[in-house]
Every structure is written in structure tokens, then in C-alpha cells.
């Protein structure tokens, strides 16, 4: 089946240290995106890519980071740097041009850092 | 930012009933889609509207864009246990590299 996986689905991590969300698409989708989500707030985009090598920041990139060196694939690094990492984060992907398609989302890695 | 707005923030209703939820915006877009989330999943695509359309249908889904007011209305008909979900708007803005999402709305079918 094609979709997108989201891993691990639970992750702990202690303050200072960084950490890398896997999501890898198999629908053969130009873009990829990452957002957050935190208890009774919207989704806030992070970072997006429409196509491989090339990606742009979203309203809170700071204190993130990612790569898209594989058209499959578009891993996040919440680093030390971000002050409130606490949250659940969702990757998605869309056939087409960037925001003008329905978006496929994973089922999200809940990351809890103490 | 977020953009999208959504009224009510929960709805509970009984089964069989119908429910509606609003959204509210506030800038130029492209489109406009509704999306469901299951507690603790990802988000599933349930229809896109364009700024051009007025009305959709999808199953026992209907959704309404007035782009003169910058809303929109999504109406789950004859409602069953199962869509119990949280349900949010998203908009693609005109010349903005971004959707935003709304919060969302609660809602809860009871059997």
C-alpha cells in the first residue's frame, strides 16, 4: 500500500540532546512537509520541499532542521536549539505544486523531551 | 500564524443528527480543504474547494465556500458514532507558500 510512514511513533529524548524524525513516502510525491501540533492548536508548518536538494522554512523553522536528498524521504532534526520541542509533529506529502493539493499525512511521532 | 478559524470549538450530537462547522479566514486563497484527525493520528484529506467553486459534495459531506465573506461550512449529514473526530479547515493563500490550519473542531457522535 502506497503512504507515508512516520518513525519511531513515540520518542524521549533529555533536554539538550538532538533528534531526528524519520518520514519516508511512497506515493511518488514532489512535496514534502513537515508541521507541528500542539493540544488544541492548528498545525504549524515547520519546514516544506517541493522537489529534491531544495526546501524552504516554514512559520517556526528555528530551531529545526532537514534534508531531502532522496525524493522517498525528508528526515527532521529538532535540535538543542529549539526552547519547547514538546509536541507532536506530522509529515505529509502532495502530488503537484506546493499547498494547491490535498496533503497525505503520516500518523505522526509524538516527541517528548524532559 | 494560524489563519483558519473554526466554530464551534466542540459540537457534541446524537447519532443520526446532522453537524456543521464553520470556518472563517482571512485572507486571498486558492483553495480551501477540510481535513479529519482521528486522537493521536495523522490527518485524512476529506475535500478540496476551490476559490472559484461554491459547493461541494462528497458521500454525506457537503461543504460551502463564500469567498465575499471568507467562509466556509462543512455538514456531515445523517452522522454516525464513527465521525467522531476533531475536524479542521486548511487555506492555500493566493502568492503565500503555505497552509494554514485552523484549531480545529471536537467533534463527538453519540450512539
Known amino acids: 500500500d502506497g503512504g507515508i510512514t512516520q518513525s519511531p511513533k513515540y520518542l524521549f529524548r533529555k533536554e539538550g540532546q538532538n533528534v531526528t524524525l524519520s518520514c519516508e513516502q511512497n506515493?511518488?510525491?514532489?512535496?514534502m512537509y513537515w508541521y507541528r501540533q500542539d493540544p488544541g492548536q492548528g498545525l504549524r508548518l515547520i519546514y516544506y520541499?517541493?522537489?529534491?536538494?531544495?526546501?524552504q522554512k516554514g512559520d517556526i523553522a528555528e530551531g529545526y532542521s532537514v534534508s531531502r536528498e532522496k525524493k522517498e524521504s525528508f528526515p527532521l532534526t529538532v535540535t538543542s536549539a529549539q526552547k519547547n520541542p514538546t509536541a507532536f509533529y506530522l509529515c505529509?506529502?502532495?502530488?503537484?505544486?506546493?499547498?494547491?493539493?490535498?496533503?497525505?499525512f503520516g500518523n505522526g511521532t509524538r516527541l517528548t523531551v524532559t | 500564524s494560524q489563519q483558519g478559524e473554526e466554530d464551534p470549538q466542540a459540537l457534541s450530537i446524537q447519532e443520526g443528527e446532522n453537524a456543521t462547522m464553520n470556518c472563517s479566514y482571512k485572507?486571498?486563497?486558492?483553495?480551501l480543504q477540510w481535513y479529519r484527525q482521528n486522537s493521536g493520528r495523522g490527518l485524512v484529506h476529506l475535500i478540496l474547494i476551490r476559490s472559484n467553486e461554491r459547493e461541494k459534495h462528497s458521500g454525506r459531506l457537503r461543504v460551502t465556500l463564500d469567498t465575499s465573506k471568507k467562509s466556509s461550512s462543512l455538514l456531515i449529514t445523517a452522522s454516525r458514532a464513527a465521525d467522531t473526530a476533531s475536524y479542521f479547515c486548511a487555506t492555500a493563500d493566493v502568492g503565500n507558500n503555505d497552509m494554514r490550519f485552523g484549531a480545529g473542531t471536537r467533534l463527538t457522535v453519540k450512539p
Open positions: 505529509a506529502s502532495s502530488p503537484g505544486t506546493v499547498f494547491n493539493s490535498p496533503l497525505h
Open positions: 485572507t486571498s486563497i486558492n483553495n
Open positions: 506515493l511518488n510525491h514532489d512535496a
Open positions: 520541499s517541493q522537489i529534491v536538494n531544495d526546501f
